[in-house]
């Protein structure tokens, strides 16, 4: 009888962290803590990463170009377009970094990515 209960209750606890593993989840994907998820995924668009100042951010948005919501989610705010690259020879403050999360991008105020050749961009 010992047995059974013991057994039980292993799997009421293994019940227990599967409904807190799904729950975690899900406010992952649909709360504002699922921005990491959003940006990750616009990153996976990106063959390139530059860091450019808001002046030539506005260029950027006055020639046509759209910001990425997922720049607005962020704290503090960045903003984030698609450009070709070769749209980007002609902004002076671009500096090239690495398409990765790290604490260089995300001190970047604006950021223009540079689509892969197949993928299409929002303009």
Do not use: N
């Not at 960045?78 to 500096?95: E, G, H, M, N, Y």
């Not at 197949?118 to 303009?123: F, K």
Request: proline share 4%; glycine share 2%.
């Amino acid at each position: 009888m010992a047995s059974s209960i013991s057994s039980l209750e292993q799997r009421l606890r293994q019940f227990r962290s599967r409904v807190l593993a799904r729950s975690w989840d899900y406010r992952q994907r649909h709360s504002a803590r699922g921005v990491w998820f959003r940006l990750r995924r616009v990153l996976t668009d990106a063959s390139e990463v530059y860091s450019v100042t808001r002046e030539d951010a506005a260029e950027l948005l006055a020639a046509g170009y759209r910001t990425e919501p997922v720049g607005q989610q962020l704290e503090p705010p960045k903003l984030i377009v698609f450009a070709p690259a070769a749209r980007l020879v002609r902004l002076a403050s671009a500096r090239a970094l690495t398409v990765r999360l790290s604490a260089e991008l995300l001190a970047a105020e604006c950021l223009v990515l540079v689509p892969f050749a197949d993928r299409a961009y929002h303009r």
